[in-house]
């Protein structure tokens, strides 16, 4: 199979805590051919955990492929849409997360999102 139309949008690996690798008050982590934001998420929710719960975390995401770049940007941007209930926020991230197809509904969200995420890569403007 010829690797160029295969995008992963999963990891192989468990999400791990990356403060647990090395604990500082600012981290800076590149995230590299990841496939997901699992890391990410794990590390941002488990950082209460560590000696200093206030330590800045710097991430940088590089993927080989803008589709995958585009989609952990659009699961970034609906985990940090404070809009929304945490509730409805947690169902909108497993069905895009975990789904093929999604209801219309989410389809329009995601539209929507979509246009956010030009305007913030295109122009600088954005919330991201």
Request: glycine content about 6%; hydrophobic content about 40%; aromatic content about 6%.
């Amino acid at each position: 199979m010829e690797d160029g139309n295969v995008n992963p949008l999963w990891g192989a690996s468990p999400a791990i805590d990356v403060q647990d690798l090395q604990e500082k008050t600012e981290l800076h982590c590149l995230l590299v051919h990841n496939g997901d934001i699992r890391h990410l998420i794990k590390t941002v929710a488990q950082r209460h955990r560590h000696l200093d719960g206030d330590a800045e975390l710097h991430f940088y995401l590089m993927e080989t492929s803008m589709e995958v770049q585009a989609r952990n940007l659009l699961l970034l941007s609906v985990l940090l849409d404070y809009e929304l209930p945490i509730r409805q926020r947690a169902g909108l991230f497993l069905e895009i997360f975990g789904n093929s197809f999604v209801q219309s509904r989410t389809s329009r969200r995601i539209a929507d999102m979509a246009i956010a995420l030009e305007k913030l890569l295109c122009d600088g403007d954005g919330y991201l």
